[in-house]
């Protein structure tokens, strides 16, 4: 699996934004997907995951500090997976990555698998 993550930007404080990410692979529907992101000066740090639990079913998971503003999903059928992003604060900026794992996880050493990185900027 490759990833191409896009749709970063310059956004005020409270609107919106929406990462995708695109993979390349036909086994994209097994892996767990994240996304992380790292702000100047700090480590990459957990944002969001889904991954694959049996069936049609998928599990999400957010870090605390974008619980009910991010939100997660994945089409299969195009090999995406998207970031949701609302009520944007200016401590969301960062360089966003999205990354895969076929095990899952909300570490950065659980995934071996990232994309190039896409900039969210919000101004204050």
């Known amino acids: 699996v490759q990833l191409q993550a896009s749709g970063g930007g310059l956004v005020q404080a409270g609107g919106s934004l929406r990462l995708s990410c695109a993979a390349s692979?036909?086994?994209?529907?097994?892996?767990?997907m994240a996304w992380f992101r790292q702000a100047p000066g700090k480590e990459r740090e957990f944002v969001a995951a889904?991954?694959?639990?049996?069936?049609?079913?998928?599990?999400?998971d957010y870090a605390d500090s974008v619980k009910g503003r991010f939100t997660i999903s994945r089409d299969n059928g195009k090999n995406m997976v998207y970031l949701q992003m609302n009520s944007l604060k200016f401590e969301d900026t960062a360089v966003y990555y999205c990354?895969?794992?076929?095990?899952?996880?909300?570490?950065?050493?659980?995934?071996?698998?990232w994309g190039q990185g896409t900039q969210v900027t919000v101004s204050s």
């Open positions: 990354a895969a794992s076929l095990t899952g996880g909300k570490y950065v050493g659980d995934f071996r698998i």
């Open positions: 692979g036909r086994t994209f529907s097994k892996y767990g």
């Open positions: 889904t991954r694959w639990t049996g069936g049609s079913t998928y599990y999400a």
